[in-house]
């Protein structure tokens, strides 16, 4: 009988992937297991002739044990080689700390834990300007499962009473946006208007011609009374119309045309081409409206000139004079009976002929009847201008940042500054909020800009040893803040070194710096811990203190809106402080994972960028930004070609993404950063569930697949932004393969795309934006599966 173990081939030829996590690598780095080993070993035997005399073949046999151990000992080595051997890479290293120092061999610095940063509302008391220094603390409350976080003031502030809270008067919605009007909003003060009464709409020189349908009272969120004027026929629109130029016009009384034309000598018809006959003097000019009217058909037209005109009512009678006799003795001519009547002309002929003229009415003089009321909008956006009434008095504290808050505390943070003359706020020209506010709309002026961080002062780190090459010292406290910065790391230390009293200066790296120059370097360790080696260029003085200014406290858990209301210290004349927006930029360390995928992005870089896919991955370095892509554009002028890198993350990002790439291209490199809005999307898919499978679970299980969170860049589900980026298309093609792929899908009967059949191949927003389907599990979602969202 041949035994199948004649022919196995052992070891086996290696074929190990690229790109295999630590488990799969080991089992593709090793040559065998046990099993393999000592069939192996026993199999060599045969064929060595020195062992020509070997007949162990019991199991209580001294020779097979040994051959056991032996194979105990090959298994155990090959473990570890493959153990061993994974170390030196980045997806299969599990021994604490390896990821830094292979990175670390790449000149990678890794991305320490940087701490959040919030814009604080505060309400001073009193009338005089407090001055506040820097440091000054704000504590937050627990949240989250979190503890209770301090931010301080990043840079001296002042805070002006006056400013406090200002209310944003409503923006008003001059431009017609709409092709037709069937009513307008008016003043009640100037109405003269009925049920039924004719008036002319002038948009601006351009007429329209309608009938009073109802007046009623119109309830506005404004402090303004206003009236509802509706039309019995909707007027055209013509485009640029806007409410400020509208004119209502009605009229005091009427008249008709001319009527006794075309008798005896009198042959001027009423109406000729272009020109009217009324029947009586008219103060009617030219540039003057006018009102025709024929069985309820209106009319309007503009008069170029009016002339005054005589008609004969009745012609000269000569009467004869008699005596008593009956005998004529003369005659005598009376004058003829005349009037004045009005010759108008229009700047076009009437629709209608002279077999009219008697059921044509004539409505004049035309005046204002109502005055038109520019509606405001119920929402604030970035293009409306900031009205504030209560600005009376120049601030007395520099104003450089505002802080918008609605009704529904929803709010936006942004550069201005405010002009008591004008009575308004001047915002940065060109910043999109990517959302409209709810009025009503507060504005606070006193902003304070506070960053994560407890500050710790003169720490003593140690004392120097000039005889040692290299001295390490441990912070007392950790997570060591940074704060995000335009730096070409996207980032900045609090940390401050004093030796002996003097300051010595962080660098990335002893290597170039001279024996003389007071550096040091900063080195972090898995558990948060931070160390100062100095050494490497200047050695401590002997004796020498060294001391350290810090601050700690960092990571991704930051506090929402309205968390921060807390002043970690009394201070006198602030009364109440908060955070409207929730706190941002706020991150982790990096991850052993993530280092696997941003320290070979790196390295790539070498310092410098120079391709779009260098700026794509210097931007997505930044914290808080979820996905970035680069890509040629034209500039404004369309004269050359401009890297844009586009972005998904917060506006307030756009300057330390500018200046890291500015850090690592050309000073004359064209760059435009531009941050993504979201569009928001809807996506509905409904499926068949196996009848063997629990349909919640599949339906879990779909949803989990399209839009689970990312544990690193670039994956998630595939509705994710940070998965498609910034104008990431939703390929229908990708969602039918992810949702089959579900163990108990059996078919999936309909996709719908914003509630119409998807169809097409893929879906693309608009430019500059990516699509936002929500959040699973919270009101916003708009991710539904068989009916269920």
Not at 594 to 601: A, D
Request: proline share 6%; with cysteine; hydrophobic share 45%.
């Amino acid at each position: 009988m041949t035994c199948l173990c004649d022919f196995h081939v052992f070891p086996t030829p290696r074929r190990i992937p690229a790109g295999l996590r630590a488990g799969r690598f080991q089992i593709a780095r090793a040559l065998g297991i046990f099993p393999d080993w000592r069939t192996s070993t026993l199999a060599a035997i045969g064929r060595e002739p020195a062992l020509d005399d070997w007949r162990a073949r019991e199991p209580h046999d001294l020779g097979l044990m040994l051959v056991e151990m032996g194979a105990y000992v090959f298994d155990v080595c090959d473990f570890y080689d493959a153990l061993v051997a994974g170390e030196g890479f980045l997806n299969t290293a599990q021994l604490a700390e390896a990821q830094r120092r292979l990175v670390a061999l790449l000149g990678y610095v890794p991305r320490p834990a940087i701490g959040a940063e919030a814009s604080l509302a505060v309400v001073a008391d009193g009338t005089r300007v407090i001055a506040l220094p820097k440091g000054v603390g704000f504590k937050s409350g627990a949240f989250d499962g979190e503890a209770p976080q301090t931010f301080e003031l990043t840079e001296p502030a002042s805070l002006e009473p006056r400013v406090n809270k200002l209310l944003v008067d409503r923006a008003p919605q001059n431009a017609i946006t709409t092709s037709t009007l069937t009513s307008v909003l008016v003043d009640p003060a100037t109405l003269r208007l009925r049920v039924g009464d004719p008036l002319v709409v002038d948009f601006a020189g351009t007429l329209r011609t309608t009938r009073v349908a109802s007046v009623v009272p119109a309830p506005l969120r404004g402090r303004v009374p206003a009236a509802r004027l509706t039309f019995t026929d909707a007027v055209a629109v013509p485009g640029g119309a806007a409410y400020s130029t509208m004119r209502i016009l009605g009229s005091g009384g009427t008249r008709g045309l001319w009527k006794l034309g075309q008798k005896g000598a009198d042959t001027e018809t009423a109406i000729s081409g272009s020109h009217v006959l009324l029947e009586s003097l008219a103060s009617v000019r030219a540039s003057d409206l006018v009102l025709f009217e024929r069985d309820g058909v209106l009319e309007a037209r503009r008069v170029t000139e009016t002339i005054e005109r005589q008609r004969v009512l009745f012609p000269t009678l000569t009467s004869t004079l008699k005596d008593t006799a009956n005998k004529v003795v003369g005659s005598v001519d009376s004058a003829p009976v005349t009037m004045a009547i009005s010759r108008v002309s229009l700047t076009t002929a009437l629709s209608w002929s002279n077999t009219d003229v008697t059921r044509i009415l004539v409505h004049h003089p035309l005046g204002v009847v109502a005055r038109v009321l520019v509606p405001v909008k119920d929402t604030l956006e970035h293009t409306d201008p900031l009205s504030i009434p209560g600005l009376i008095d120049p601030p007395r504290a520099s104003v450089a940042t505002l802080l918008l808050e609605d009704v529904h505390q929803d709010g936006v943070v942004t550069a201005g500054t405010l002009n008591h003359t004008t009575h308004t706020a001047q915002l940065n020209q060109g910043e999109n909020w990517g959302k409209a506010l709810t009025a009503a709309v507060t504005l606070y002026g006193n902003v304070l800009s506070v960053s994560r961080g407890e500050t710790v002062r003169g720490e003593q780190l140690g004392i120097g040893d000039g005889s040692q090459a290299e001295q390490v010292f441990t912070l007392g406290k950790k997570p060591l803040t940074y704060l995000s910065a335009p730096t070409a790391s996207g980032f900045k230390s609090t940390l401050e070194v004093r030796v002996g009293g003097i300051r010595w200066h962080e660098v990335e790296s002893f290597y170039g710096h001279a024996t003389s120059e007071r550096v040091y370097t900063v080195r972090h360790d898995e558990k948060g811990s931070a160390f100062v080696h100095v050494g490497g260029a200047s050695r401590l003085p002997t004796g020498a203190v060294v001391t350290a200014d810090y601050r700690f406290g960092a990571g991704a858990a930051m506090p929402p809106a309205g968390s921060i209301t807390q002043v970690a210290r009394p201070v006198p004349g602030i009364t109440s402080v908060r955070n409207i927006l929730p706190a941002l930029g706020g991150g982790d360390a990096e991850t052993p994972r993530e280092l696997s995928v941003y320290g070979p992005r790196s390295a790539l870089l070498l310092g410098r960028a120079i391709s779009l896919p260098d700026l794509e991955a210097a931007a997505a370095t930044v914290t808080g930004v979820q996905a970035a892509r680069a890509s040629w554009h034209w500039d404004a002028k369309g004269l050359r070609a401009v890297a844009q890198v586009q972005f998904i993350g917060s506006e307030q990002l756009i300057g330390s993404i500018r200046a890291k790439l500015r850090a690592l291209t050309e000073p004359d490199a064209p760059l435009r950063v531009v941050r993504c809005l979201p569009q928001q999307a809807r996506l509905a898919i409904a499926i068949d569930v196996h009848a063997d499978y629990v349909a919640k679970d599949v339906v879990a299980a779909v949803r989990e697949a399209l839009y689970h969170k990312p544990d690193l860049p670039g994956t998630g589900g595939l509705l994710r932004a940070e998965r498609l980026g910034p104008e990431g298309v939703v390929f229908l093609s990708e969602i039918a393969a992810a949702v089959m792929a579900i163990e108990g899908v059996t078919t999936m009967q309909s996709v719908s795309f914003d509630w119409v059949p998807f169809v097409q191949y893929g879906k693309k927003p608009q430019p500059n934006h990516y699509f936002d389907f929500g959040e699973p599990g919270t009101v916003s979602s708009r991710l539904v599966i068989n009916g269920a969202a």
